[in-house]
């Protein structure tokens, strides 16, 4: 059984950072099946959108808006985890963080791209405020 589990998460005020983890257990064919490992985020209102990825080989992608306040991270070893550090947070942050995973799929050129998410976990909701 697959299993996308979230964790830490909560409430801090504007300026603070934040943690949150995921962990992905039972992904068919892991580790030789490369795969993909994402964080979205979805506030009341507004679409989910990517926050930033990992692919199969441990390139990190992030989205032009989360400023350089977002990075990513894996434990040691481990490559069925992420976390996500929001560093000198805003209101704006406040959303239910999703972690998703996804096999990678491969260029001719044999270069790894995350065309897509078939794992999901039940989120985290981060609340900003003051």
């Known amino acids: 059984e697959v299993q996308v589990v979230e964790s830490g998460g909560g409430s801090v005020r504007p300026g603070e950072s934040l943690k949150i983890h995921c962990t992905a257990s039972?992904?068919?064919?892991?580790?030789?099946?490369?795969?993909?490992m994402a964080w979205f985020r979805q506030s009341p209102g507004k679409e989910r959108e990517e926050v930033a990825h990992v692919d199969s080989v441990g390139v990190i992608s992030r989205e032009v808006w989360t400023e350089g306040r977002f990075s990513l991270s894996r434990e040691e070893g481990a490559p069925n985890t992420l976390t996500l550090e929001i560093n000198n947070t805003k209101t704006d942050d406040s959303a239910v963080y999703y972690c998703a995973a996804g096999p990678a799929a491969y260029t001719r050129r044999y270069t790894p791209y995350c065309p897509s998410y078939t794992y999901w976990g039940q989120g985290i909701q981060v609340t900003v405020s003051s």
């Open positions: 039972g992904l068919p064919g892991f580790p030789n099946l490369g795969y993909c």
